[in-house]
């Protein structure tokens, strides 16, 4: 019995011990990891292209052709002839159709008769009213009897112009069965081929058309602000608006590098769209610029002024504002608000809150933070090409 009691003690004992342990905490603390610093972001700065530079404002229009004419029959008759060749240039006077002239050769003869009748009829009312003046003065005749053979006289010369008319009229439509070109340009396809019946008069048919290829317009629309800014630039100068340098460009080409001069400005201004049309003529010896074709027209907008320039890539956006990076000495880099200008070439101008000689990420935007820390590799800008 008092083997089982010392047993039963140390039992006990033993599972309080055991239980004190678990009661222990366990010093299981282990000094934290510091998080590696990550590497600086790569990108590429560089210091803003400082140039002279002038502002071009662009436009869009079309060409248009200074002459087009529709080639239209003057007197009705078949078509017999088509004498040129499907587009091709022809010269003021150049014959283009011809039309059956015996009809009109006839009424010519027969408009001839009728002069010279006409004429023989007025001679001889001359010749009577002349021996009616001696008998007059004889008193052989009475006074009614010489107005009469005055009055025949009158009327025979009347009728002798109504049949100069009736000539002239006659010569004029024999003339017009021969169509010529009215101006110098290029022209379309015949739209009646020989053998047709054409029409004259106020149904005319249309036979053809010719476009002027050189000079050739352009004309576009304006805005009233921007009329006023070129209207005061161009009194700077000494000069009027018209006579002011356009440039233009193709919509396939880079630059502008067709040169031309404003010749109009509209009266006034359009209530509807609030802008006012301005029409640019351009050299065109080569016939590049077609009738038709879309084309960019563009204006000088500014005198020339030293301005700072960076690629529009260079720049975002922030809400409402344009923002760039700029890189301070200790490669740090933070967030600028700017104000941008026009765009040059490929550049864009900056007109407040950079200077010359700061550094601006120009590439490598995509993972930079406010005062992040980055790793440079500076470049220089090409100029901007006008």
């Known amino acids: 019995m008092k083997r089982f009691t010392i047993l039963h003690t140390l039992l006990i004992t033993l599972c309080l011990l055991l239980l004190s342990g678990c009661d222990k ?13 990550p590497p600086p972001s790569k990108a ?22 200074v002459n087009m004419v529709e080639v239209r029959a003057r007197v009705s008759g078949y078509l017999e002839k088509v004498n040129f060749t499907a587009g091709a240039t022809v010269k003021k006077g150049d014959l283009l159709f011809v039309i059956d002239s015996k009809p009109f050769k006839a009424q010519l003869s027969y408009a001839i008769a009728e002069f010279e009748q006409a ?27 010489y107005d009469t053979r005055n009055k025949g006289l009158r009327g025979a010369t009347k009728a002798v112009d109504s049949a100069t008319a009736q000539v002239e009229s006659a010569k004029l439509n024999l003339e017009f069965t021969e169509v010529r070109a009215p101006i110098n340009g290029r022209i ?18 249309k036979l053809a058309t010719i476009v002027s290829m050189n000079p050739v317009y352009v004309t576009v629309d304006v805005d009233e602000r921007a009329i006023l800014s070129y209207r005061r630039e161009a009194q700077k100068q000494g000069h009027n608006l018209e006579g002011t340098v356009v440039e233009l460009a193709l919509s396939d080409e880079q630059g502008f590098p067709h040169s031309g001069h404003i010749n109009y400005v509209a009266p006034m201004e359009n209530p509807v769209t609030g802008t006012v ?11 590049l610029l077609s009738p038709g074709f879309f084309a960019r ?16 890539r260079a720049i975002g956006t922030d809400q409402a504002d344009r923002i760039i990076w700029v890189m301070d000495s200790d490669k740090k880099v933070t967030q ?14 900056i007109s407040e809150g950079l200077k010359a000689d700061e550094w601006v990420i120009i590439e490598g935007l995509q993972k930079l933070r406010p005062n992040s820390v980055v790793e440079p590799e500076k470049m220089t800008l090409a100029p901007a090409a006008e």
């Open 25 to 37: 905490p366990q010093n299981t603390s282990v000094a934290p990891v510091q998080p590696a610093s």
């Open 44 to 65: 590429k700065i560089a210091q803003p292209l400082s140039q002279k530079v002038t502002e071009w404002d662009e436009f869009t229009g079309r060409i248009e052709a």
């Open 119 to 145: 004429k023989s009829k007025q001679e001889l009312a001359k010749n009577e009213l002349a021996r009616a003046e001696n008998l007059l003065k004889a008193k052989a005749i009475s006074t009614e009897e």
């Open 188 to 205: 379309s396809r015949e739209l009646i081929t020989a053998g047709n019946l054409v029409n004259g008069g106020g149904d005319a048919t």
């Open 277 to 287: 049309s301005l029409r640019g003529v351009f050299t065109n010896a080569d016939e």
């Open 297 to 312: 027209m563009r204006l000088r907008g500014s005198a020339p002024y030293d301005g700072l320039l960076l690629p529009d």
């Open 336 to 349: 600028r608000k700017i104000i941008v200008g026009k765009k040059i070439g490929d550049l864009r101008v």
